[in-house]
T-cell receptor
């Protein structure tokens, strides 16, 4: 069945350093890849997404890259700050028509930014 | 505007009891999704609705789980004969296209 693997499960970085989280998906029909940030006890919040027709997207300190051939996509956070500490989830999805997308989530990465 | 809301925020029930969890999607969003999130895991897809109909319920773990969305807006996830293994956070999300907006979740604890 569909599967998304996410690594690492935990990541500690010094404030100001970069963080990279990687995901691999199995469903070659996937064409939309969102990243969510979830703080303790809070709802997941979308931070960036990428569609399959582009290879990279950047929004200030965060960027996402996609390699469709290898079925890999990655989240890059530069100049990390303590408030970036949270659990990050990747997801792979494809359309089921009428604008609906079934998300398959990775298992999450707990990022700790050390001050 | 108002985001996705879920009630109750917490529910403690005894094993074997019946529970209902409610989701109010963002107004105008036609698609509604239910997920289950266990501790330390990513959200796990359960079911989604396009309008009033369940378009894909392949993630429901067994026939004790059922969900409805009778008027194409509010949805209720129903769990019969609850088991301790059902304890988790149940998340609802709604969307108009590819971006899903999540609610705060209902934390279900089965004792």
């Amino acid at each position: 069945g569909e599967n998304v693997e996410q690594h690492p499960s935990t990541l500690s970085v010094q404030e100001g350093d970069s963080a990279v989280i990687k995901c691999t998906y199995s469903d070659s029909a996937s064409n939309y890849f969102p990243w969510y940030k979830q703080e303790l006890g809070k709802r997941p919040q979308l931070i960036i997404d990428i569609r399959s027709n582009v290879g990279e997207k950047k929004d200030q300190r965060i960027a996402v890259t996609l390699n469709k051939t290898a079925k890999h996509f990655s989240l890059h956070i530069t100049e990390t700050q303590p408030e970036d500490s949270a659990v990050y989830f990747c997801a792979a999805s494809r359309s089921f028509g009428s604008g609906t997308y079934k998300y398959i989530f990775g298992t999450g990465t707990r990022l700790k930014v050390l001050a | 505007g108002a985001g996705v809301s879920q009630t109750p925020s917490n529910k403690v029930t005894e094993k074997g009891k019946y529970v209902e969890l409610r989701c109010d999607p963002i107004s105008g969003h036609t698609a509604l999704y239910w997920y289950r999130q266990s501790l330390g895991q990513g959200p796990e897809f359960l079911i989604y609705f396009q309008g009033t109909g369940a378009a894909d319920d392949s993630g429901l773990p067994n026939d004790r789980f059922f969900a409805v969305r009778p008027e194409g807006s509010v949805s209720t996830l129903k769990i019969q004969r609850t088991e301790r293994g059902d304890s988790a956070v149940y998340l609802c999300a709604s969307s108009l296209n590819y971006e899903q907006y999540f609610g705060p979740g209902t934390r279900l604890t089965v004792t």
